[in-house]
């Protein structure tokens, strides 16, 4: 019997250790999960970005957490170009989606967008909210194994409304009730839920009630029903909010009174030193005048645009606190982002489609366990379109070999990396051309049809002294951008430095139009 015990103890110890090495091998190729958290129209008004005057903890807590990248800019300023952009890691140039309507599948067939990637790698995708541009451009089951997407519930006014109609009239479903009760529901809701001129205030509906609040929601029931089973998991929740209509809980709203709101007010002559073509003229659907401060109307979309940010904010933690609840935290990579930048005000523009820092730059932060470092920041110039690689690298994938983007591993391991690229490129269209931005951490420049910009970002931040014009001269006598650097101070003088920056300029964005349609299927 002893001798047979002898035999035992060192077969069961063999055993024990083969089956922690196995164990361990399990764990270091297990492969990490994703959220993936993109806002619609979020611009840099967010703790983490440095912009104070913002109620957004969660954000402040996971920056603390994270890495947050302070350059990170979107390709295109406007919703569908950005997410073509940025969901297959290539310009837009190359996606050939230049506006809302465009679809890659179309303008780019056989493109496979990082959800489908990651789903025929092994992972269980889900989306849930705006994650593709909408439900027309949604690319279904080739990229997601579950998708959804909700509304807000009927907002108060309306029901009340409702109510009254049907005692007077009957169900508002019957007959003639249709068409009136429709029409009269439009004009009810459209000062708070309109496009244009876009509707904003307070919703009368709880966090859950709206179609944020189910959004967060939905991830949470993934997330505690295991609904990807013993897969990985690549989770990309669309927040949104703050897209217009500036609608939100009540509450939020007590979070900015009017007047403690701050902001900068542009001189009256701004625009004659820009080239006009760098105008969008969205402003004038919501109410205001190119170089005409209104005060009051613009104390009334800030505080709701902000209201939208904290409201957000908060449906967000769920999440947070669902991973951590867990024990999934350690193991999922969060990446948070907006699809591009939104002027409130600044340089008298609302909206989105313009090439300024404002319209854009994005919030950008990541945290992978183990990796980045808690409360780190990068001046690295960052594109959106760098997601896809970035993650690919980090799930330990072979990436699409057409990704214009690149990887951010290196950055994120060590903060203090300058990254891979001098510049961040922006485009956007005007009729039937494109205006092209490069920016580095230094300068901003961009070429129009018709005029350039050059702003020292240093002693003007907020890009309000176009240096590509001479001292005195005004944007309409602005000279071609073909023209050379000699020529173009023929008649007015310039500062030697900018002259070199513009020659600079002139000759990087020549190379850069080259390579980012160089992906374009022909």
């Not at 361990?24 to 611009?43: S, W």
């Not at 920041?377 to 994938?397: G, H, K, Q, W």
């Amino acid at each position: 019997m002893l001798n047979s015990i002898r035999y035992v103890f060192p077969f069961v110890s063999l055993l024990s250790l083969l089956c922690a090495a196995a164990i361990g091998t399990a764990a270091e190729t297990q492969k990490p999960n994703i959220l993936f958290i993109v806002c619609d129209d979020l611009n840099t008004h967010v703790s983490p970005s440095g912009y104070d005057p913002i109620h957004t903890p969660t954000l402040a807590g996971f920056a603390s957490e994270a890495m947050t990248f302070q350059r990170a800019y979107c390709q295109y300023p406007v919703c569908g170009p950005s997410r073509a952009s940025f969901l297959n890691g290539l310009y837009p140039e190359s996606t050939g989606v230049l506006n809302n309507t465009a679809d890659i599948r179309q303008t780019r067939p056989g493109t496979v967008s990082m959800p489908q990637h990651f789903k025929e790698n092994g992972y269980w995708t889900a989306s849930v909210g705006k994650v593709f541009h909408s439900p027309r451009h949604e690319h279904g089951e080739v990229a997601w194994h579950q998708h959804q997407r909700f509304e807000n519930d009927e907002l108060p006014v309306v029901a009340a409304a409702r109510k009254e109609f049907e005692s007077n009239h009957g169900p508002v479903d019957q007959g003639k009730n249709r068409n009136k009760w429709k029409q009269l529901s439009k004009e009810i809701v459209a000062p708070l839920n309109a496009q244009t001129p876009p509707g904003h205030g307070r919703s009368g509906l709880t966090d859950d009630q709206h179609k944020d609040g189910k959004n967060v929601r939905q991830v949470v029931q993934w997330i505690d029903e295991s609904s990807y089973g013993d897969q990985p998991f690549f989770i990309a929740l669309g927040i949104q909010k703050p897209h217009v209509p500036f609608l939100a809980p009540d509450h939020y709203f007590e979070l900015y009174p009017t007047e403690e709101l701050r902001f900068h007010r542009d001189r009256p002559d701004l625009w004659d030193s820009i080239p006009r073509d760098a105008i969008s003229t969205r402003f004038t659907a919501f109410g205001f005048e190119l170089g005409v401060e209104n005060d009051p109307l613009r104390r009334e979309y800030m505080q709701a645009y902000h209201a939208c940010v904290s409201f957000i904010d908060a449906q967000i933690a769920m999440v947070f606190d669902t991973l951590k609840k867990r024990g999934l935290w350690q193991n999922t990579i969060v990446v948070f982002t907006s699809d591009h930048g939104y002027h409130l005000g600044d340089h008298f523009l609302w909206g989105k489609v313009t090439l300024f820092d404002i319209g854009a730059r994005v919030p950008f932060i990541v945290r992978v366990p183990q990796m980045t470092q808690a409360g780190s920041r990068s001046d690295a110039m960052v594109e959106l379109i760098d997601i896809y690689p970035t993650l690919t690298e980090l799930a330990d994938l072979n990436a699409p070999a057409d990704l214009q983007g690149q990887s951010l591993v290196p950055i994120l391991r060590d903060p203090t990396v300058a990254g891979s690229k001098p510049f961040a490129y922006t485009v956007v269209s005007r009729r039937d051309a494109l205006g092209h931005a490069l920016r580095d951490q230094n300068w901003r420049y961009t070429q129009w049809p018709n005029g350039e910009e050059l702003y020292d970002l240093g002693a003007d931040p907020h890009e309000r002294n176009n240096l590509a014009i001479a001292s005195g001269q005004t944007a309409s006598r602005q000279t071609a951008p073909g023209q050379t650097a000699s020529e173009q101070i023929k008649s007015e003088q310039m500062l030697p430095e900018h002259v070199q920056q513009l020659a600079r300029f002139r000759q990087l964005i020549m190379e850069k139009k080259n390579e980012a349609g160089s992906q374009r299927q022909r």
